[in-house]
């Protein structure tokens, strides 16, 4: 089973951005769907974006506008390029092929001024 390993978080003021990076433990090209996932203290984990193979994207609501998802079969890397943050952003964010999960640790991203 692949598994995903998140990073880029961090503390970052209202309006400033983060680029996250998700990378697989196995080849990325055989994987159609790749997805970032988040949750809120208290809340629940709530769909962000999602990338598949070909080529197409789609972002959330939450995240149109705003944040991008990409991908990097050769370096078996997924991005979540997030700008304009905001304290509602906060998080910890998490990538997967299985919206089901299960979840590895993911990566915290805190928005405050």
């Known amino acids: 089973q692949v598994q995903f390993v998140e990073s880029g978080g961090g503390l970052v003021q209202p309006g400033g951005s983060l680029r996250l990076s998700c990378v697989a433990s196995?080849?990325?090209?055989?994987?159609?769907?790749m997805y970032w996932f988040r949750q809120a203290p208290g809340k629940e984990l709530e769909l962000v974006a999602v990338s598949l193979s070909g080529g197409y994207t789609d972002h959330a609501p939450l995240a149109k506008g705003r944040f991008t998802i990409s991908r990097d079969n050769a370096k078996n890397t997924v991005y979540l390029e997030m700008t304009n943050l905001e304290p509602e952003d906060t998080a910890v964010y998490y990538c997967?092929?299985?919206?089901?999960?299960?979840w590895g640790q993911g990566t915290q991203v805190t928005v405050s001024s």
């Open positions: 196995g080849d990325l090209f055989s994987i159609d769907a």
């Open positions: 997967n092929n299985n919206p089901q999960g299960p």
